[in-house]
């Protein structure tokens, strides 16, 4: 065994080794945006995890909403700890499949940067105000910050991130320009991308579970109708025998991300070895989408989704925070359309080149709860309520 250390040459070489014939490697790469010469020893995905850690906005994720818009206790999940629930979870799915872990955790956590504040509530208020502007979409948000909003380089705008971690966040078409040349869209994305939806879906489902639970929104009772839970819970009932309430909570929850992450596994390998994609670029032709659950887990994930929606993110507790909200956004939104002058003035400078909606939907999205709530606070003090003065048309 050799000392030396390890460099990134080798990391690809191992990657090619031990990778399946349809993950994405790093010394394959599409590139970047920019030309850059390459690391002495990250390879190029790890790299660009790097840099999404030190991005601004990712350390924003920490004051932004999942569910809980209230942030009444330190144990709800916020954005930042939703990113690293589900990028530990697309690390072992990636593991599992063989498929590169670092540009999968990449993806998953870069991609809630461009949520706004009030999680989707917020979204919503802004793709509303942004009518006729383009609307406003987190995922195409995401790419934007990762492409254009972070300045960190004399030489260019945005992170330099590679094709295939843009890739993976570009979700859906906008009808907002892009100020680069985006990642043109295949039939499917890498797998990687494909791990980091479903990672992103298993947190939040199994988090949002054990914090709906523990705020008391969501009841024991009303979960034994979700056959998921039901199902799950026997199982752990069955194996723990008497357990305190927490802790029965706790490895339900666990079981549960279990139960998925492994049928997933499974399901998806059964669908690859059947289908066996030459490459990754081949891949990309397929015409289903590889990573798949069991029909029967498939549907039971449904029957859960559907539950949380109708009572937990719709419970009239959420929704009476929710028009807080979107007033605050509203209000502010209108407040700098009409007097620009309370910005910031690096905002104010981008109203040439971007347009005064966008370079105000880039500063609003930015903002995290506490700072949009702040904001909101020194209008009302200022005189601006929620009858502010009518857009000029
Ligand atoms: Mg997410």
Not at 39 to 48: E, I
Not at 231 to 242: F, H, I
Not at 286 to 309: C, N
Request: net charge neutral; with cysteine.
């Amino acid at each position: 065994m050799s000392f030396a250390p390890r460099r990134r040459e080798a990391a690809e070489a191992e990657e090619r080794a031990r990778l399946a014939p349809w993950a994405a490697r790093s010394g394959e790469s599409a590139g970047r945006l920019f030309a850059e010469a390459e690391h002495p020893y990250r390879t190029a995905f790890a790299r660009d995890r790097d840099r999404i850690v030190h991005s601004r906005a990712f350390r924003r994720l920490e004051y932004k909403t999942q569910v809980f818009i209230r942030h009444e206790g330190d144990h709800y999940r916020n954005r930042l700890t939703h990113t690293l629930e589900g990028a530990q979870i697309a690390r072992t799915l990636a593991r599992a499949l063989r498929l590169n872990e670092d540009l999968a955790e990449a993806v998953v956590l870069a991609h809630d940067l461009g949520h706004t504040p009030f999680g989707h509530v917020g979204e919503r208020a802004l793709n509303e105000l942004m009518r006729g502007d383009g609307g406003f979409d987190h995922n195409r948000q995401t790419l934007r910050i990762v492409d254009w909003l972070e300045r960190r380089n004399p030489a260019f705008h945005g992170l330099n991130l590679t094709f295939e971690t843009r890739e993976g966040l570009l979700k859906h078409g906008c009808s907002w320009p892009h100020p680069v040349e985006p990642p043109q869209r295949r039939a499917q994305p890498s797998l990687e991308a494909q791990v980091a939806d479903f990672s992103d879906e298993i947190a939040y489902l199994n988090h949002d579970l054990d914090d709906g639970l523990r705020s008391g929104l969501l009841s024991l009772e009303q979960l034994e109708d979700v056959p998921l839970w039901a199902r799950t819970r026997a199982e752990v009932a069955q194996r723990l025998g008497r357990a305190p309430q927490p802790v029965l909570r706790a490895q339900v929850i666990a079981a549960l991300i279990n139960r998925l992450v492994t049928d997933l596994v499974e399901s998806s390998a059964a669908a690859l070895a059947e289908a066996r994609p030459a490459s990754l670029a081949a891949l990309r032709e397929m015409p289903q989408p590889l990573l798949r659950y069991s029909a029967e887990v498939s549907q039971w994930k449904i029957g859960l989704k559907r539950f949380l929606f109708e009572a937990l993110y719709h419970h009239p507790e959420v929704d009476k925070e929710r028009q807080r909200c979107e007033t605050a956004l509203a209000d502010l939104y209108r407040a700098f359309r009409n007097r620009p002058e309370l910005l910031p003035a690096s905002v104010r400078a981008r109203f040439g080149d971007e347009g005064a909606p966008r370079a105000i939907a880039d500063h609003l999205a930015g903002m995290t709860d506490r700072f949009a709530l702040a904001e909101h606070a020194k209008l009302q003090r200022a005189g601006f309520t929620a009858e502010a003065p009518a857009l000029p048309s």
